[in-house]
């Protein structure tokens, strides 16, 4: 499947200098037994940059970051940080500061302690890894807890000390492993926009693994889709959600409704409009298609007469999500709030595609 | 990495959340008082304790009536006691260290790498349980190079592998508590090597189960009698046994020494350990 790109976010623009090194996954394969985590993944990233590695559990997105983290290593290829090759450097060499999942920190040691172990691992004096470590701690809004153990702090506060731990040792790239997965969403989303200010200050170039697509398009540069351990598409969150690349991508990333559809030359016809295709015409398979579209990419409008059905709606604050059963297919649509109160559940409907262009698939079986 | 000197960017005290409901000072509960466990409790201890008295009051008691401490000090007189308790003290200190030494590595890698070889593993721990002493100290006798057979040595090489059951079960238990994968990672992510990380994180979190490993290595040690006898090595269980049956009551009471010994060590190793957990537990 091809993959497609985008040039990677100048992070000068945002006005720190970028202390990070470029990181470079350079034909990665890794295969355990007879699945194949990765396969011949290729992805560059500049210094600075936040990267969200996202897919579906089992894409190989945790593998490339554990390979990279000098946990695992690599069946072909190379991990190349600032030019060099590190795929068989130990992991303790490396120097990347990781946050994990689960609450990672020494049960034994205070918050203080927890961020001090790095530098204690590099011979630091006892008074200037005290005095950094309570810094950082001051950096991540617990100066006042740097006494406190891991026991004595929330799932949030935790992750926060893991956030300071790593990035005392001023790592060349910073990775985080799904480190808000295990928080409420309250929690998760303050330290999600924590996370992402803290790594624009330093610049620091950033991995991070997630399977929440809201996570990675709000905190990441760019957001490298897998699927089957390989890469469907590397781009900037909105070129991601307004231009996916392949279907998978189309399907996986934000919300789509599928309408079976019929080419003509250039172009399908949806719901009786003739609508260009978007993207290589060559690459669209022969047979039966579908059409991916967006929730916005439809207007729905009460018609006595007309051919759709409200079978559901979902309130989601200034619009609200409808769902419309027209002619086997069952299609979202956002509306505005303020004029969704005539679209009742069983009002009949008629529904008029209004994107310019629209990404066309292989018809799914259930479609 | 740029300088950290932006401050205090994200000290939003708003934004920082509160610990877990359970980090809450504990309310006073009233104490319920269970009858049931009380019994067995008062039960369990009448079985330990009238025996002991017996036995303490059999030493200590003047033949004319009352009690004496003057038994105790005929027991440092005693001949051969001393090199016996010298000895005995020898094999645990050696025997501990060693075990140690072998089975904590070894059931960390289990854990890590080869967590399907755990099943195994006790397997393989309990076989010295399993196998009688006698047959395994001839085992024993009979294939070691002639320059150990007479060296004390070969007898803790013995009692290393008597106390590998009771050593892996504590160590398996208290590596089973922890997110060993995820400290072992941690640990590494910030530049410390493998035996950094078995020293400054896996063991102070391991400190419950290698206490306990190491009270058990003791008493094994202190208490075993049939190999020490068979390989003619005077500790103190075989000084017991062949001391001079002319004063038995020095005998019963190193006995009960010994005894009360091992439950002295091992509420003090319990309560250090109970000490140092509740401090860490102060901010």
Redesign the interface.
């Given at each position: 499947m091809a993959m497609a790109t985008d040039t990677p976010t100048n992070v000068e623009t945002r006005g720190a200098s970028p202390s990070g090194a470029p990181v470079v996954f350079d034909n990665l394969t890794r295969r355990f037994g007879a699945t194949t985590a990765l396969d011949r993944l290729s992805l560059d990233i500049a210094p600075g940059e936040l990267v969200a590695l996202l897919g579906p559990s089992g894409c190989g997105k945790t593998t490339a970051l554990r390979v990279l983290a000098g946990f695992d290593r690599p069946d072909l290829g190379r991990v190349l940080v600032d030019g060099n090759d590190v795929s068989h450097v130990p992991a303790q060499r490396r120097d990347m500061g990781m946050v994990f999942q689960s609450y990672s920190l020494f049960p034994n040691m205070n918050a203080r302690d927890n961020v001090a172990f790095g530098l204690q691992i590099r011979h630091q004096r006892t008074a200037q890894r005290r005095a950094k470590a309570a810094e950082l701690l001051e950096l991540v809004g617990l100066g006042e807890h740097v006494t406190k153990y891991p026991h004595q702090l929330s799932g949030g506060q935790q992750q926060r000390v893991a956030l300071a731990r790593a990035l005392a040792i001023e790592p060349r790239v910073l990775l985080l492993d799904e480190p808000l997965s295990a928080l409420d969403a309250k929690v998760r989303a303050e330290l999600r926009d924590q996370i992402r200010a803290l790594q624009q200050r330093l610049a620091i170039t950033t991995v991070f693994v997630t399977h929440d697509q809201e996570e990675a398009m709000s905190m990441a540069d760019r957001v490298c889709v897998m699927f089957q351990g390989r890469v469907e598409q590397v781009a900037t969150p909105s070129v991601l959600y307004s231009q996916p690349a392949t279907p998978f991508v189309g399907r996986f990333v934000g919300v789509s409704s599928r309408v079976a559809v019929t080419r003509r030359g250039d172009h399908v016809e949806v719901l009786g409009r003739d609508v260009p295709i978007r993207g290589d015409l060559a690459a669209v398979p022969a047979g039966e298609l579908e059409a991916l579209l967006r929730p916005e990419d439809l207007d729905v409008t009460v018609n006595p007469n007309g051919l759709g059905v409200v079978t559901h709606r979902s309130f989601l604050g200034a619009t609200t999500r409808v769902g419309v059963g027209i002619a086997g297919a069952n299609l979202r649509v956002d509306v505005r709030s303020a004029q969704a109160d005539d679209l009742e559940l069983g009002t009949r409907v008629d529904v008029s595609v209004n994107a310019r262009d629209v990404l066309v698939t292989t018809r799914q079986p259930s479609s | 990495?740029?300088s950290?000197e932006?401050?205090?960017?994200?000290?939003?005290?708003s934004?920082?959340?509160?610990?877990?409901a359970d980090?809450a000072p504990v309310t006073r509960r009233r104490r319920r008082v269970h009858w049931g466990r009380g019994t067995i409790l008062v039960v369990a201890a009448l079985y330990f304790v009238v025996p002991f008295y017996a036995a303490m009051a059999f030493s200590l008691q003047r033949p004319t009536g009352g009690f004496s401490l003057q038994p105790l000090s005929q027991i440092a007189s005693a001949p051969g006691f001393l090199s016996a308790l010298w000895l005995s003290t020898q094999l645990a200190v050696i025997t501990m260290i060693v075990v140690m030494l072998l089975m904590v590595p070894t059931v960390i890698y289990v854990h890590l790498r080869m967590p399907r070889f755990r099943r195994a593993m006790e397997v393989i721990t309990i076989l010295p349980i399993i196998i009688p002493p006698i047959a395994y100290s001839v085992g024993v006798l009979e294939s070691a190079p002639s320059w150990l057979r007479s060296s004390q040595y070969l007898l803790a090489i013995v009692y290393v592998i008597l106390a590998m059951p009771y050593v892996y079960r504590s160590l398996d238990s208290g590596l089973g508590a922890?997110?060993l994968k995820?400290?072992v990672?941690?640990?590494?992510?910030?530049?410390?090597?493998w035996i950094?990380t078995i020293w400054?994180?896996l063991v102070?979190?391991l400190?419950s189960a290698l206490m306990s490993a190491s009270v058990l290595t003791i008493a094994l040690v202190f208490g075993e009698f049939t190999i020490a006898n068979v390989d003619n090595w005077t500790t103190i269980p075989v000084w017991i046994y062949l001391a001079p049956t002319d004063n038995p009551r020095v005998n019963t009471l190193v006995a009960m020494i010994a005894l009360l010994a091992t439950c002295v060590v091992l509420t003090l190793i319990v309560s250090l350990d109970r000490s140092q957990s509740r401090d860490?537990?102060r901010?």
């Open positions: - | 990495m740029a950290l932006f401050g205090t960017l994200l000290a939003d005290p934004t920082t959340d509160q610990p877990f980090d922890l997110d995820t400290l990672e941690a640990s590494r992510s910030l530049g410390s090597g950094s400054r994180v102070p979190n400190r860490s537990r901010s």
